[in-house]
């Protein structure tokens, strides 16, 4: 059996890494979205947002929850990654600026600890881009922009 240098068994082990935090991330922000859409249902959600104060709720709560939702999916696929994943990270910004931030650090108590952690995971991935184990790699290279897959 032939050996792998150690570039490309450095490169099969960021992959692998990347793989690992694409569907972990990928799988959190589906259930929220889901959360949104299906349990609070749209016009819940809609109502929670201008309750916290969210401009145009109308348009920004369906905006969010599809964006999680399906943009979740497409983290887990690994398509179109980078684009879905700096949409993501603005999403936590915006959530940290309007919701959490006034509670503080603190999960627990409301704060921003784990919206920026899946703000931070989220800005990763679209510097890192989806890895080589995806579609982005497999379907998409080179047919569309890299700053996209």
Known sequence: ???QSASTANATSVSWGILVIRIALGVVFTAHGAQ???EYTLAGTVESFGSMGAPLPEITAPLVAFLEFGG???L????FTRL???LLAIDMVVAIAL???QAGFWVGEGGYEF???LGAAALGLAFAGAGRISLDGAVLRGRIPAWVA
Do not use: Q, W
């Open 1 to 3: 059996m032939p050996r």
């Open 99 to 101: 919701v959490h931030a």
């Open 115 to 117: 919206v920026a952690l």
């Open 84 to 86: 879905v994943a700096i």
């Open 76 to 79: 887990i696929a690994g398509l």
């Open 72 to 74: 979740g999916i497409l």
């Open 36 to 38: 949104k859409l299906f």
